[in-house]
C-alpha cells in the first residue's frame, strides 16, 4: 500500500470510529421494596393472624401504588392510611384513649431530605394525611394540638364528630389499664403507712436492744443479686460489743438497697 492510500485508510478509520454510535448503558431496574409493621407491643394469640394478614394488605395496596408509577410517599400514605383505618391497630380507629378518654394520635413521614409531622390531634380520621400536608405545604415539621386541628380545616382534612375513633375494644382497654393505675395507687398508699410504721417501730427497737438489727426482704448478707450488700443501717456504734459471727435478725423493713 503506497503513503497516499494508506493516509486514506486512516482517514476512513478514523471517521468510522468517531460516528460510531456509543452503546448506552443498560439501565438497571429495581423491583420496589415496601416493609410495613403494625406497631410494637404484646399482641394477644386470637389477634396474631388478623393483625398480620392486615398488615400484608396494607403492604400490598402500597406496592400497586409503587408498580403503577406512584411515588415513594404515596405508597407510604396508602399503607398507613389502610391501617388507620383497622381498629386493629393502635392509629386511627380504635386507638387507644388518653385519660380523657379520646382518642389522640401522632402521625409522621418523611423523605430523605425533609419531614412532616403531627401531635396530639383528635377526631382526624388519616393523621399521615394531615403530616403529609406538613411536609408538602409548610417550611415547619411539627405542628400540633389546636394548631394542627385548625391546619386541618385549612387544608380541607375533614374533622369527625367528636367520640368517633372510639371503639369497644379502647374503652375495654382504658378501663383495665385505669384500674391497675387505682390499684397501684392504692398499693403506694398503703406501703407508705407500712413506712411510717416501720419507721417508728424502728426508732422504739434501737433503743430497746442495740444487738439486734434489720434488712429488708429476708435478705441474705452480701448477696448483691437482689441488693442486699451490707446495708448502712446496720451500723452501730456500739458494734464493738457484738461478737463473730455477727447474727441479724431478718424481718420486713422499709429500707430498700439496690
Known amino acids: 500500500m503506497c503513503d497516499y492510500c494508506s493516509w486514506i485508510d486512516q482517514i476512513l478509520t478514523r471517521i468510522r470510529n468517531e460516528i460510531k454510535p456509543e452503546k448506552k ?36 395496596e402500597a406496592y400497586s401504588d409503587l408498580i403503577n408509577g406512584r411515588s415513594a410517599v404515596d405508597a407510604v400514605e396508602k399503607a398507613i392510611s389502610y391501617m388507620e383505618n383497622k381498629s386493629l391497630f393502635n392509629c386511627g380507629k380504635g386507638g387507644s384513649l388518653d385519660i380523657n378518654n379520646e382518642v389522640v394520635m401522632d402521625a409522621a413521614i418523611m423523605t430523605t431530605k425533609d419531614a412532616g409531622c403531627v401531635g396530639a390531634v383528635r377526631d382526624i380520621e388519616h393523621p399521615i394525611s394531615l403530616a403529609r400536608k406538613v411536609l408538602e405545604k409548610t417550611e415547619h415539621i411539627l ?7 385548625k ?53 422504739n427497737e434501737k433503743n430497746e436492744n442495740n444487738e439486734k438489727k434489720k434488712c429488708d426482704s429476708s435478705c441474705v448478707i452480701y448477696r448483691y443479686g437482689e441488693g442486699e450488700v451490707y446495708p448502712h443501717e446496720l451500723y452501730d456504734d456500739d458494734i464493738d460489743i457484738i461478737d463473730e459471727p455477727i447474727i441479724l435478725q431478718v424481718c420486713f423493713s422499709c429500707f430498700c438497697f439496690s
Open 143 to 149: 405542628i400540633v394540638e389546636k394548631g394542627a386541628q
Open 151 to 203: 391546619f386541618a380545616l385549612d387544608h380541607e382534612i375533614p374533622i369527625l364528630p367528636p367520640s368517633s375513633l372510639r371503639e369497644i375494644s379502647s374503652l375495654i382497654s382504658f378501663k383495665s389499664i385505669s384500674e391497675s393505675f387505682e390499684y397501684e395507687q392504692e398499693e403506694c398508699e398503703i406501703e407508705e403507712l407500712k413506712n411510717e410504721k416501720n419507721e417508728k417501730n424502728e426508732k
Open 25 to 60: 448503558k443498560r439501565r438497571v431496574y429495581v423491583d420496589p421494596v415496601i416493609i410495613v409493621h403494625g406497631g410494637a407491643g404484646k399482641i394477644p394469640r386470637n389477634k396474631r393472624k388478623r393483625i398480620l394478614c392486615e398488615v400484608k394488605n396494607a403492604a400490598i
